[in-house]
């Protein structure tokens, strides 16, 4: 700044020649205005793949067409570099400021790995050095207008989660990263506390290592348990973006810098990350509403769309309707060719699912669903989506077709 103004931290003629902490404010406020989007990746939980999944989902973000800011806040195991074979790039910096690494055209990366001697330094700080460093690579490297910045934070709710949460006050949200199995899903559970405390919006929960994705058939197998991360996501009341299966290639691509979603998009795995991708870019800002686009991933086909319906309007609670209305669609011109009413069986836990199956349902939209139901559907391999207002059923269904069905929190008190 030059035009003479003082600087409400010292008083100083010229704010842009002082250091002092208001205009370090300002600074970085300036930093991250430019920021449209800024999603943290986090969990409780080592070991989960995070910083794969804030990779991948950086870089399909960047293949979209959108300028994307990678950050690698993990100051005592930085791994984004490796992951993105970026090992010994060396940064350039001007005038009190960092140019960030160059993965692509649209996607910028920083870490502290550009900045050791080599990859077996050991940093052995504490909590102010490092909010001191995630600070500088906030306010002092040159990001730019970005559609995105995603941020990979380390495991755990110590410094580095609580720093960035604290730094940036306008973030979209957290995306909580989880695998099937209890032990991880105790501890995820502690890092939505942790954001419900700190006034951090969670985004939803991804399910990592959710089956296996078969090399030689393509087909997702069950070898380890499923499902949990959607049931815990319906306890605590956050939205659940999807499950990424195991893929050997995966190890692979992340040993050898080479990101899957790029080089393997073909792969079911890489599918997965490109549904959640859709979940996250279309969500809106600051909300727990959705778009729901799912009928642009389908192939041409016809599809039941299953819709409960209470006095004549979209059911708030599934398993309390006076009827069902199935319609018939065409998937590939996005239209309703048919449809019935059907009255469902007397209410018992457990028995819509399986009707519904009989009836050839491949999607339920409901406003609410409990998390029994809920994974009895998925066992049927039917999709389900909740949080549906109670529009009239056919708005409701061509409203998914065309891309604009609005979605909230899954309503149901059951």
């Known amino acids: 700044m030059s035009d003479g103004s003082s600087c409400s931290g010292c008083g100083e003629a010229q704010a842009g020649t002082c250091n002092g902490p208001a205009n370090e404010d300002h600074i970085l406020k300036e930093r991250l205005g430019k920021i449209k989007h800024k999603i943290v990746v986090i969990s409780g939980k080592g070991g989960v793949g995070k910083s794969t999944v804030a990779v991948n989902l950086a870089v399909s973000l960047s293949l979209s067409g959108r300028k994307v800011g990678l950050l690698d806040v993990d100051i005592h195991g930085p791994s984004i570099p490796n992951l993105l074979g970026l090992q010994g790039v060396t940064l350039q910096a001007n005038n009190k400021t960092i140019s960030p690494a160059r993965f692509s055209e649209n996607l910028k990366v920083m870490s502290i790995g550009f900045l050791l001697n080599s990859r077996d330094e050991a940093i052995i700080w504490r909590g102010p050095m490092k909010m001191g460093v995630i600070n500088q690579f906030l306010k002092d490297v040159e990001w730019g207008d970005l559609d995105y910045l995603v941020v990979d934070s380390p495991p755990g709710t110590g410094d580095e989660p609580l720093s960035i949460c604290q730094l940036i006050e306008d973030a979209d949200g957290a995306v909580i990263v989880t695998t099937p199995q209890n032990v991880s899903l105790l501890d995820v559970r502690k890092s939505i506390n942790f954001c419900k405390k700190l006034d951090m919006n969670v985004l939803g929960i991804v399910e990592n290592m959710s089956g296996f994705a078969c090399p030689e058939c393509n087909k997702v197998i069950d070898i380890f348990k499923k499902g949990g991360g959607e049931i815990m996501a319906l306890e605590m009341d956050v939205r659940y973006l999807g499950s990424i299966p195991l893929d050997p290639v995966m190890v692979t691509a992340g040993d050898s810098g080479r990101p899957f979603v790029h080089h393997y998009a073909r792969?079911?795995?890489?599918?997965?990350?490109?549904?959640?991708?859709?979940?996250?870019?279309?969500?809106?800002?600051?909300?727990?509403?959705?778009?729901?686009?799912?009928?642009?991933?389908?192939?041409?086909?016809?599809?039941?769309?299953?819709?409960?319906?209470?006095?004549?309007?979209?059911?708030?609670?599934?398993?309390?309707?006076?009827?069902?209305?199935?319609?018939?669609?065409?998937?590939?011109?996005?239209?309703?060719?048919?449809?019935?009413?059907?009255?469902?069986?007397?209410?018992?836990?457990?028995?819509?699912?399986?009707?519904?199956?009989?009836?050839?349902?491949?999607?339920?939209?409901?406003?609410?669903?409990?998390?029994?139901?809920?994974?009895?559907?998925?066992?049927?391999?039917?999709?389900?989506?909740?949080?549906?207002?109670?529009?009239?059923?056919?708005?409701?269904v061509k409203n998914y077709l065309n891309g604009s069905l609005r979605t909230g929190e899954n309503v149901c008190d059951h």
């Open 267 to 396: 792969t079911e795995t890489a599918k997965s990350f490109e549904k959640i991708v859709m979940k996250l870019s279309n969500s809106k800002t600051g909300s727990q509403e959705t778009i729901i686009t799912g009928i642009q991933e389908m192939n041409d086909k016809n599809i039941k769309i299953a819709v409960p319906v209470a006095e004549g309007r979209l059911a708030q609670h599934f398993g309390h309707c006076e009827q069902f209305l199935i319609f018939d669609v065409d998937t590939g011109k996005k239209v309703i060719t048919d449809r019935m009413s059907l009255t469902p069986p007397p209410h018992e836990p457990g028995i819509l699912p399986p009707w519904l199956k009989e009836q050839g349902a491949d999607i339920i939209i409901t406003g609410g669903m409990g998390g029994r139901a809920l994974q009895l559907f998925r066992t049927q391999d039917v999709e389900v989506i909740t949080g549906a207002m109670p529009d009239l059923p056919e708005n409701v």
